[in-house]
């Protein structure tokens, strides 16, 4: 297909995607950036929040009615050449493989954690635990990326 690009999304887990999109989201440090064919290469951090591959065949993680996948991310770097993607992400797990139990037990220990009143670099910690499980819930009950571009 002419307005491909190849990406492959990769954690120091495991490989979760690999394959043809015509478009990939990002949640960028800066703002959220979008990925299309012919992009100038570039390397971009990016941080908590969704990150959407808008593929262009069938895919495992990919919703029968939808042509996007959407990931919780909590981060990691997106590298741009040649019309390839590498997305090197410290977590990134599908919605449809969101254990929402799991991120509402996480988001409310978080939140236990900060109404404790912890302070300085234990406060910063459970924060970032109580956004990236809200991110999780969020993607999960397909909140994020809603409107088409």
């Known amino acids: 297909m002419p307005d491909e690009l190849n990406v492959d999304i990769v954690t120091p887990d495991k490989h979760t995607f690999q394959g043809p999109a015509t478009g990939v989201r990002a949640p960028g440090t800066e703002g959220a950036f979008e990925v299309r064919k012919d992009h100038a290469p570039m390397v971009a951090a990016f941080g908590i929040g969704p990150l959407i591959v808008k593929t262009t065949a069938a895919h495992e993680y990919a919703d029968m009615h939808d042509d996007r996948i959407v990931f919780a ?51 910063e910690k459970h924060e970032a635990a109580r956004e990236r499980a809200r991110n999780r819930l969020r993607v999960a009950m397909g909140k994020v990326g809603t409107r088409r571009s």
């Not at 590498?86 to 977590?91: F, I, K, P, R, S």
């Open 73 to 123: 991310t909590s981060g990691g770097f997106l590298e741009i050449l040649n019309n390839n993607v590498t997305v090197l992400a410290e977590t990134v797990e599908p919605a449809s493989e969101i254990d929402v139990e799991r991120a509402e037990n996480a988001e409310e220990r978080a939140l236990r954690r900060l109404e404790e009143g912890v302070k300085g670099e234990e406060r």
